[in-house]
């Protein structure tokens, strides 16, 4: 792993925009990567588990590839020359990145061949090659081969007559070399390997057995969960019946990741829908290509003609020894072995929410909120009886008058939608603004907002320039000829089953000057409005990024008045050099920082004279660290806020976020025991190093694992 030089430890005349003292975007973001892929590595990581971290490794990589390389690859055809704020140009980002991913994609695979196929096979499941294979198993292949499989396939030649075929975003192939029994000429096709079969063919049961004569026989014997092979493979071994006559030379996987980003001239654009739509068209059929992914065996001369055609350069060909494709063995997560996945975790409802009436009386619901405000957290509480259930007694209270949310990602078959067209029959003033632009998301959301439109709710598509990242819900509630408004402010989105795995908190509210400062923000985002203050939430990008300055300033302050600093802040991301750079004045001025930031960190923890304040650790376990939280201690008159920006400039200046503050002390206290565990963690924290590289916190001898989302699960129950 390569970054920028260690800086200069004169404290004196630091010039804090200096590219030493930032770290790599791109790196950072590899190195998250690496701690994902650690836990595939893990043998304290359940075996089933361990293949899930593999496959979300390699899916993490996908995206990786197809929007952030696809970005520095566009930047270097412009001759973009603005350096990033690690002071590097972006082709010398793609080498540094390049040459990460191949370090990162070489140990993968190594671990999967020789450590988690062989243990697989130990606990009963028999990922096998072909050439594994008895007669018996041979002979029910080539029959499902040809009833099954060969129909769907269609062989495309490569000649004078055949264009170089179209290769599509993210598909696997078979790059064949074919010689002509008669004229002895050499020719070359491609046979793509269908998705809409099953990637890994199950042999039957009565089939699961292994001949006492193939490599296999090492293994101990035990009772078989599961046989088969990949599905390349048994194509590989049935090519004759593509190429009849035909002599077979050699066969190779590859496969091809294209740029997937969305680019649209927004302000040209009549109908942000209409616009969203033609860029999904313009993605399916796939941008230029960003890698190719090869079988370390594929000679050297069908690596050329792919790369010619595919218009690549010999640097975007990633060499795999093994199996391409390792995001489709989380497919294996789905067997029945309970004692080979983690322990299942059923969330938990709320003590007080399971003292009041079924979910159709939403008055005990509200009563319940009028009283106090009360926090959420999942995945540990449940999102379907919280959130849920509070839109869906809203839709039902024949008090409520208006409902108003946001959505950025979430599922076609949603209770929520349901909620809010129930809400919309009952003649209830509904309006949705659903996030277009939410990537890859893009068309479930259209699909969404039609669904909505059709059934009377008013939907707003987003704005342009902004994406609308906020998590908010508004509910109107008429009470003894007043109106009283309620509130859901979240870290996460309206998403039932991303909640079973994101960790995310959510406030519940009636606070006068809350539902004030949501009604003004719904105003501006259905209608035309140049508000540029609020009460008390922080909105970007209206007044985000300097009420985050002038928190981090009052740390300062005390500092310098010979009071305590203190700032703890858990976020996904940490990238904004502003944000970097304030950090460091706090530091300098004697302000303790703790952060915790799942991903990418561009921030140098504990440089002599900048940073020697400031610690850095990522949280990596069963569940996605996604909630954001911040603590700032302001001389004991604590300020803590939940909300759904990263301190990331897109969060702080491109995006429409919502950051609120905590007001109650019980829910304050709660907050800050949530960090302390966190700090605390001696299983699932890495600790940042001021070079950008991370060590994982293992418990000392004699002492007791703390692992955070183990303690969270456990303070649920209790």
Known sequence: MTFSKLPNTNPSDIDLTDPQYYLSRELTWLEFNARVLHEAMDERTPLLERLKFMGIFSSNLDEFFMVRIAAIKQQIEAKVSQLTPDGRTASEQLAVASERVQELVTKQHQHFETVLRPATIEQGIYLLDYFDLN???CNYLQTYFEEQIFPVLTPLAVDPGHPFPYISNLSLNLAVVIKHPDTGEELFARVKV?????????????LQVIDSNNPLQSYPERSQIWTGIPLEQLIAHNLESLFPGMNIQDCYTFRVTRNADISMAEDEADDLLLAIESGLRKRRKGGSVVRIEVDAAMPKQIRRMLQEELEVTGSDIYEVSGMLGLGDVMSFLSLPVPELKDPPWNAIVPAALRRIKPVEDGGNFFSLIAQKDFLVHHPYQSFTDTVERF???AANDTKVLAIKMTLYRTTGDSHILKALIKAAENGKQVSVLIELKARFDEQNNINLARKLEQSGVHVVYGLVR????TKVVLVVRREDDKIRRYVHIGTGNYNAKTSKVYTDVGLFSCRPELGADLTDLFNYLTGYSLQRSYRKLIVSPVNSRESFDRLVQQEIDHCKAGKTGRIVAKMNALVDPKMIANLYRASQAGVSIDLIIRGMCCLRPGLPGVSENIRVISIIGRFLEHSRIYYFHNDGNTKIFIGS??????????RVEVITPIEDPEISKDLQEILGIMLADNRQAWDMKSDGSYKQRRPQVGTEEESTQQILMEMAVN
């Open 135 to 137: 007669q018996e198993q």
């Open 194 to 206: 269908p998705k809409v079969l099953p990637r890994f063919i199950v042999l039957p049961t009565k």
């Open 391 to 393: 839109i869906n007694c």
């Open 466 to 469: 902004l994406k609308t990242h």
């Open 645 to 654: 920006a990263d301190w990331m400039t897109r969060n702080l200046d491109r």
